[in-house]
């Protein structure tokens, strides 16, 4: 079972769908209880860093997903803002993150811009596999992913980072550490390859 926390700020019908079309048990919610719980999580969000954070401690869910990802070590997938979320903080906004990865979201910077780049990066793109893991346990497969973005994420540590795409600069696709995953792109839009990754990740253990 996938528990996906309903932070009020994504589309959590599509990440279900998906779950279900894979042939993966799911159920949506925002009961703290049931995060505190959850055998596995995905943590979905689209928009403003500090509206993510804000909407979670208003439902009570920091704490109940510290428990679950920290203390338990439920395996957690971010997705989005929701990868982001997973980090220190962010340079869109002022709240501190959940802290389980040391690091930051930053605004995109495209210097001069030769290539004519587009902020958001939006669209499909490829990404490299930069260490082996286990969201991508076949890293010379090929791997396209369906991005939206306006930040992203810089790891303190590059053993965190899974997989880069590149926007005008290397940007981090997907990091794991132990039993915290993250994707920039979005799985449940990116087709076969979106399928896989949560395959993956719903027979992730810790």
Known sequence: MITIVDSGLSNLGSVANMLKYIGVEA??????????TAQRLILPGVGAFDNGMESLEQRGLVNALNEAVLERKAPVLGICLGMQLLFDGSDEGKRPGLGWIKGRATRFDLGDNPHRLRIPHMGW??????????????????????????????????????????????????????????????????????????????????
């Not at 159920?27 to 505190?36: L, S």
């Not at 053993?159 to 979005?186: C, K, L, P, S, Y």
């Open 27 to 36: 159920q949506v919610t925002a009961d703290a209880d049931v995060v505190r």
């Open 125 to 206: 793109s490829e990404i490299n596999v930069t260490r082996p893991g286990r969201l991508f346990p076949n890293p010379n497969a090929e791997n396209r992913f369906y991005f939206v973005h306006s930040y992203h994420v810089v790891c303190d540590d590059e053993q965190d980072v899974a997989g880069t795409t590149w926007h005008g600069v290397d940007v981090t696709a997907a990091m794991e550490r132990g039993n915290i995953f993250g994707t920039q792109f979005h799985p449940e839009k990116s087709h076969r390859f979106g399928m896989e990754v949560l395959k993956t990740f719903a027979e992730t253990t810790t």
